[in-house]
């Protein structure tokens, strides 16, 4: 599981792995931040629009000349320089990459 510690959503698939009993390590964005390269390979599996949370203060403290710009080939590149704005969790299982906590999808993905 890729995400920040103190994230709500995070707290929320620990504590759903945890009821589980699923075994998970957790990467801290903050403390290891993913590099452009890790993040190209995550975006041509996800997609990069998915991999972008805009509903975040980093996000829209950006400039709006930034924010328009984004696309495919600097979007890697833009989260590895802020990657608090990567939707977390980021987990991935068996090389299957998952976004975002509900329990629902939890239960399918794990499955």
Not at 40 to 62: H, I, P, S, V
């Amino acid at each position: 599981m890729h995400g920040i510690a103190n994230c709500d959503s995070i707290k929320k698939a620990k504590q759903w792995l945890a009821e589980a009993g699923i075994e998970y390590r957790f990467r801290d964005y903050k403390k290891q931040p993913p590099c452009a390269a890790e993040l190209q390979t995550w975006a041509e599996l996800l997609g990069w629009e998915t991999l972008l949370n805009k509903r975040g203060t980093t996000w829209r403290k950006l400039d709006p000349a930034v924010q328009a710009s984004i696309n495919a080939d600097n979007a890697p590149q833009l989260l590895a320089d802020h990657p608090s704005m990567i939707k977390r969790p980021l987990l991935i299982k068996d090389g299957q990459p998952l976004v975002g906590f509900k329990a629902v999808t939890y239960e399918q993905f794990f499955a």
